[in-house]
């Protein structure tokens, strides 16, 4: 008998001279008959598989490995794609047989069917629609509806497809910001409007305020005479230039009176009233 160790995260399959026996062996320690038995060691940690165009990303980093798509409308976009993937320990002798090793499983089965389906579902959604959240999302379910149904059986787990990045043919692209922008100044003339108009509405309703104080103000004072007669003595006491003088309405008016015009009224005997106003200039000698 011969100890055999399994590292976490991988399973090891059983092989009989050569044949795989079904039986795996768990993390830990184990024995086995040295000559007779074998084993493999399957990764069962989650596995990203990416195609990307970016150098030094993805599984072939020395070379642009998008996804090129032909949309409905005749152009050609590059796709970014990252699926993610496990194989269960209890499937592990299954998968081993179907693929023998991960790198395998990515060249014959997941590379080809995310390429086929990606131009296939692309090619039935315009340019402008790709390049959105929802067309992205077709290509992403559709790929990973395809991939489930190819791994099923074999051992492998799709856990998800990312759809990473879109890229638009350098013109078109140029459109789409130029569209961009205007719409932009679009949405902020509008808000600038918006705010004018709240602005001119505001104006309307302060002036309206301010005039029903005003028309408020005179009325309570023509009701109530004497209160003028109150803010004219206060008005002598605190600036000897600004008196209150009543008006018809009910509005009271102020008058200022400069220190070098007096004004005086003298009343005729028929009760008319006429005003004579006099300038004087006393210089005091010393």
Do not use: C
Request: proline share 4%; net charge negative; aromatic share 4%.
């Amino acid at each position: 008998m011969a100890f055999e160790g399994v590292n976490e995260g991988n399973v090891k399959v059983v092989k009989n001279q050569g044949a795989v026996t079904g039986k795996i062996l768990e993390p830990g320690w184990h024995f086995i008959t040295p000559v007779v038995e074998g084993t493999v060691s399957i990764p069962t940690r989650p596995q990203t598989y990416t195609m990307s165009h970016q150098s030094g990303e993805g599984d072939n980093a020395n070379q642009d490995d998008s996804v090129r798509v032909l949309t409905q409308d005749g152009l050609h976009v590059d796709v970014d794609v990252t699926v993610r993937y496990r194989v269960t320990p209890r499937d592990a002798p299954r998968f081993h047989e179907e693929y023998r090793n991960l790198p395998t499983a990515e060249t014959r089965l997941i590379r080809p069917t995310v390429r086929s389906v990606l131009r296939t579902e692309g090619g039935n959604i315009d340019v402008t629609d790709i390049y959105t959240g929802e067309g992205q999302t077709r290509l992403k379910l559709a790929v990973e509806g395809a991939l489930k149904n190819e791994t099923e059986g074999s051992g492998i787990v799709i856990e998800s497809v990312q759809v990473r990045n879109v890229r638009l043919p350098t013109e078109y692209a140029k459109s789409i910001e130029q569209k961009k922008v205007k719409q932009q100044k679009i949405e902020e003339a509008e808000y600038e409007i918006q705010v004018a108009e709240k602005n001119k509405e505001r104006q309307v309703i302060e002036a309206e305020a301010e005039a029903e104080q005003i028309r408020i103000k005179g009325e309570a004072l023509r009701q109530n005479p004497e209160v003028l007669d109150l803010r004219y003595i206060e008005a002598l006491r605190e600036n000897e230039n600004t008196i209150y003088v009543p008006a018809d309405g009910g509005v009271t008016l102020t008058r200022d009176v400069t220190d070098d015009r007096e004004t005086t009224a003298n009343r005729n005997d028929d009760g008319a009233t006429t005003n004579q106003t006099s300038v004087s200039t006393n210089e005091s000698e010393s």
